[in-house]
């Protein structure tokens, strides 16, 4: 009787953590999902439910707010994966061509894609390796310069000169959390720097 009574006590525990853990999850999920959605509202269905599952898994892996992680992705590309960032300008034989620099859902830059070794075509077509890029860059960064800009460290992930991040943190802040986390933080101050 007692063996049954403790296995009924260790199995309401296991079973009680485990819907716990499920429904703080699904709490993340649908917050997650929502924002996406009320930023982009004729994102496709299946694309948003893999996205979303792919920013809650690397912002955990990386210890990243996902808020940041939509934010940007809204900033940079719209949540496009054919994104690209391109100008016009002249060869050598002064004709016309089309230059890209950045690219895909990350808006990778074409000197980063190609420092890191980046497979431009994956970049381009999975959601997960674009996501897992773009928060390993934000982890190295939130490493390298936290301690300097807790909050404003992100920024760096478009630019590092001054006056553009100034720029690129208000433009990434209107979809930061509706706007709301910027007004609790210190404007990053490019005069100082």
Request: with cysteine; hydrophobic share 35%.
């Amino acid at each position: 009787m007692r063996f049954i009574t403790l296995f009924i006590t260790i199995f309401s525990i296991i079973y009680f953590n485990y819907i716990t853990n499920l429904n703080a999850y699904n709490i993340k999920y649908i917050n997650v999902h929502n924002s996406i959605v009320k930023l982009q509202p004729n994102i496709d269905k299946t694309f948003v439910k893999k996205i979303t599952h792919d920013i809650l898994k690397y912002s955990k892996q990386y210890n990243l707010d996902p808020h940041l992680l939509i934010a940007i992705i809204n900033q940079e590309s719209k949540f496009n994966m054919d994104a690209k960032n391109c100008s016009t300008g002249f060869n050598n034989k002064n004709k016309k061509v089309k230059v890209c620099h950045d690219f895909g859902l990350i808006q990778l830059n074409h000197t980063n894609i190609t420092n890191m070794d980046i497979n431009i075509k994956k970049l381009m077509t999975n959601s997960s390796y674009a996501i897992n890029i773009m928060a390993k860059i934000l982890f190295d960064l939130k490493k390298s310069y936290s301690k300097k800009e807790p909050q404003t460290f992100w920024t760096r992930y478009n630019t590092n000169t001054s006056y553009k991040r100034y720029f690129y943190q208000k433009a990434v802040c209107r979809y930061y959390l509706g706007g709301n986390y910027c007004k609790k933080i210190k404007t990053f101050d490019w005069k100082a720097n």
